[in-house]
């Protein structure tokens, strides 16, 4: 054997040990014999000895401590702290708030797969169920959504009135508050089927279950504080806002300019330490009309009166919409869905420092309250709005394709229309899976703030992206508005969910790889923790085990990137088998390959990776992609696995596994060092990306939206399905289930026109007997309702005139 082959059965012995990591001896052992026998077997000289000198300083850099904390860890430390960003307290802050949960099993490059079958996907509680099937089904049925967008611009009174009496604004505060102690699970299920109804109306219930004063009292209130108001925030006596953003201070909301002065003033007749406030608010939801404003200002104490420092941080009160010197009841108009939203102005507002949450103890720690909340709430509220959303386009959308011909044919069964209608399904799977193993995992008392920064990303760019393809299938009848329409208003909200809760270029750039590099990886936060460390040999001490460690794992996922990526996972060990078996194979090759990538990116940009936000961005989008496809492996399997899904299964699994190679491609194409991003996508890659749903996979999704089916009952769960044919969505929903039969009859009755049938031609086919009575009613129902579903609004030209 020449020595060229030599080197590379070295390497490739050298890569199965680091994909095997049997342990440091026995890793220094196996390689020496294997160089010994090369060095025996003819390895020329030239190459030998460098290789051996190679393997001794390997062994040593294993078994001598010493020297390998003096001549190796010592010099990576002091790289190491070069390197590591400087980070604005805001910024750690947001980055230590919340857990780590699913997400770390995706870095360590071979997720633990039984773990995820021990997520166990709970129904809903007893009492939780009976609130959907009453109060909210009620509601759903009474909800009049084109008379609220465009006659009234507000929800009628009796809804607000029901909105308060039924407790939808105490969901989550306790039962021993007066509210109803729902999980989140059963939170979002309210959000979703109130979305699938009317936005207006989801959000305005929504809000105040989410970030806000109910939350923030519940976690930080003084028990006086949650005495007093989270019985009138379970009433709904009292309409929470939450005043965050200014025109200044958007998305950098930490940020803010508003200001509260510590001082003496009057309150309730007596002379009492508070701050006086000066402030200007914008955007904010629910304002126009609540009594309870959740402020966040920056306190700030120049007289001293408190003790300390001047500049006491980001803080936050409540403060009743009633004080003096409060401005709101001005509206904002988001895209023409009108739940209240407007600014709040505040001029020389005193409020007294029990105001404060939490009381003194809350001073300075508004922001930590802040990120902690959010980094829950973003997890439930807009998923479970854009799942909401995707459920109708599966629906009805669905039920348009099929019921809408052209060309002879139910535009639904034309190719291209099938390639929109079958990203419609597949997105819907992905994201109602992804929302359901996130509630699981927040009820479970997790606050995984990287996965819950996903979820808002992905499932409101996937809610926008499936209205689009909505829309573009409805055509006409999508984009013509009025009370038949019933995408127009949904492909008008999405901005808005894209907007709030951290905007999503941000959200994607930023925080998801951001924030999830250091909270998600199995030793690059304690790392930067060791290296921080003051005291220089404990610093040594801490970081030189982590290195060592780190230093196996990121080989370990090279090797791993490279032997999957030649066999396609299929040498991965993984539990399932079939489908299951083969896509979990398919996401740890992918998994070790994002691993191996994070590693290099973090070595090669270092600090800079936040201003390199598109790299940053790119590894966000693959890990967000594995996080969809492992929600969507547990959810087959939470549901039985049933057959009917497999469509759907592998649609979606195909997808994610496909846009995550495509986000690895690109941050390979986009590396500062070229020659770097081709070797590292030639050793993940080698055999090529892994390939997205085929023209077949679309026909098969395509086709369970067409007609009634489980698949379309499970991919729809949860909204609200009216079967009123005096409405768009009940027309819709019955002309589903008699389109085939309709089909059928249709088609006898061609026969009978050819044969000459003219007038009457129902009565004459029946005559003749063609069809049969039962035929005919199903085709005279039928035809009547499609008559109504192509139909469009046409309005009095008087009657579109707005007022002032
Ligand atoms: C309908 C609606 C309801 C709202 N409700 C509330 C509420 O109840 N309470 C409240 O306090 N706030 C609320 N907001 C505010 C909302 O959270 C902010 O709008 C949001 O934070 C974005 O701020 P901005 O619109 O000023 O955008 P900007 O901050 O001006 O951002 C503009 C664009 O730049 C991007 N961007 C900014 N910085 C970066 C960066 N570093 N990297 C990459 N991209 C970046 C953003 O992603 C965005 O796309 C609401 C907003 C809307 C529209």
Not at 25 to 41: E, H, I, K, S
Not at 364 to 388: D, F, N
Not at 706 to 715: H, I, K, N, V
Request: with cysteine; hydrophobic share 45%; glycine share 10%.
């Amino acid at each position: 054997m020449n020595s060229l082959l030599w080197i590379v059965a070295l390497l490739l012995i050298a890569s199965v040990v680091a994909y095997r990591q049997p342990g440091r001896t026995p890793a220094a052992g196996v390689l020496g014999a294997a160089l010994l026998v090369a060095t025996l077997g003819g390895l020329s000289l030239w190459f030998a000895l460098p290789l051996w000198l190679l393997w001794v300083a390997f062994a040593m850099l294993l078994h001598a401590d010493d020297w390998r904390r003096q001549y190796v860890t010592k010099p990576v430390l002091a790289f190491y702290r070069r390197q590591l960003p400087v980070l604005s307290d805001t910024e750690r802050e947001a980055m230590e708030a919340g857990s780590v949960w699913w997400e770390r099993e995706l870095f360590s490059g071979q997720p633990d797969w039984e773990r995820l079958e021990g997520f166990a996907d709970r129904p809903l509680r007893e009492d939780e169920q009976a609130f959907l099937d009453g109060p909210v089904e009620r509601l759903c049925a009474r909800l009049d959504d084109w008379r609220i967008t465009h006659v009234d611009a507000d929800l009628p009174p009796d809804v607000w009135q029901t909105l308060r009496d039924e407790g939808f604004f105490g969901l989550l505060i306790p039962t021993e508050y007066g509210g109803k102690g729902f999980s989140h699970r059963a939170h979002s299920a309210v959000v979703m089927k109130l979305a699938s109804r009317s936005v207006t109306a989801a959000i305005t219930a929504m809000v105040p279950n989410s970030l806000g004063p109910g939350e923030l009292l519940r976690h930080y209130g003084t028990d006086a504080q949650k005495e007093h108001y989270l019985p009138r925030l379970a009433r709904g006596q009292d309409v929470p806002c939450f005043a965050l953003t200014g025109p200044q201070a958007g998305s950098d909301a930490g940020a803010l300019p508003d200001i509260g002065v510590v001082c003496r003033g009057q309150h309730d007749g007596r002379d009492v330490l508070g701050v006086r406030l000066t402030f200007e608010k914008r955007y904010i939801t629910l304002a126009p009309v609540a009594t309870l404003i959740g402020l966040a200002f920056r306190l700030r104490d120049p007289d001293g009166l408190l003790g300390g420092d001047v500049e006491r941080g980001i803080t936050v009160l409540l403060l009743p919409a009633d004080t003096p010197g409060v401005e709101r009841g001005r509206r904002h108009l988001p895209l023409d869905v009108p739940f209240q939203n407007g600014p709040i102005v505040g001029r020389d507002v005193f409020a007294p420092l029990e105001w404060i949450i939490g009381g003194e103890a809350g001073i300075g720690r508004g922001w930590q309250m802040l990120v902690s909340c959010l980094s829950e709430g973003r997890g439930i509220s807009l998923p479970a709005l854009s799942t909401g959303v995707a459920k109708v386009a599966v629906r009805y959308t669905g039920a348009y394709a099929r019921v809408r011909e052209q060309f002879g044919l139910p535009i639904g069964r034309f190719e291209g229309v099938q390639e929109a209608l079958a990203r419609i399904g597949g997105r819907c799977y992905q994201m109602d899976a992804a929302r359901r193993l996130t509630l699981h995992g927040l009820d479970a008392g997790e606050k995984p703030a990287v996965v819950t920064a996903i979820l808002k990303y992905q499932l409101t760019e996937r809610g926008r992206q499936v209205v689009n393809d909505a829309m573009d299938v409805q055509a006409g009848s999508g984009v013509m508005l009025g009370p038949r329409n019933i995408m127009g208003r949904y492909y008008q909200v999405m901005p808005v969910a894209i907007t709030v809760e951290g905007a999503n270029i941000l959200t994607r750039n930023l925080i998801v790889f951001g924030q999830g590099a250091v909270r998600a990886h199995p030793y690059l936060l304690d790392e930067m923790l060791a290296a921080q460390d003051d005291d220089a040999e404990q610093a040594l001490d801490r970081f030189d085990p982590l290195l060592l460690a780190h230093a196996a794992y990121a080989l370990g996922n090279a090797a791993r990137g490279f032997w999957l990526g030649l066999s396609r996972g299929r040498i991965a060990q993984v539990p399932g088998d079939g489908d299951i078996g083969r896509y979990q194979q398919r996401v740890a090759w992918l998994s070790a390959a994002f691993a191996f990538a994070a590693d290099v990116t973090l070595l090669v940009v270092g600090g800079d990776l936040k201003r390199r936000e598109r790299l940053s961005a790119r590894l966000g989008d693959v890990l967000s992609e594995l996080y969809l496809a492992s929600a969507v492996l547990w959810r087959y399997e939470q549901d039985g696995q049933p057959t009917d899904d497999l469509p759907l299964l592998r649609w979606a699994l195909d997808d994610c596994l496909a846009r995550a190679g495509d986000a690895l491609d690109a941050l390979f194409a986009n590396y500062p060092k070229r020659w770097l991003g081709r070797l590292l996508r030639g050793l993940v890659f080698p055999t090529g990306r892994p390939r997205g749903p085929d023209d077949e996979q679309d026909r098969h999704v395509a086709e369970l939206l067409l007609a009634p089916g489980d698949a379309r009952d499970r991919l729809s769960a949860g909204i609200y399905r009216s079967r009123d044919t005096a409405e768009a969505t009940g027309r819709l929903e019955i002309a589903a289930e008699l389109a085939d039969a309709a089909t059928q009859a249709r088609r006898a009755l061609r026969g009978a026109l050819a044969a000459g049938a003219d007038e009457d031609v129902l009565a004459q086919a029946q005559a003749a007997g063609v069809i049969d009575a039962k035929q005919a009613d199903v085709l005279a129902q039928y035809e009547a309702l499609e008559r109504e579903i192509i139909a469009v609004d046409a309005f009095a030209a008087a009657s579109l005139k707005r007022g002032a």
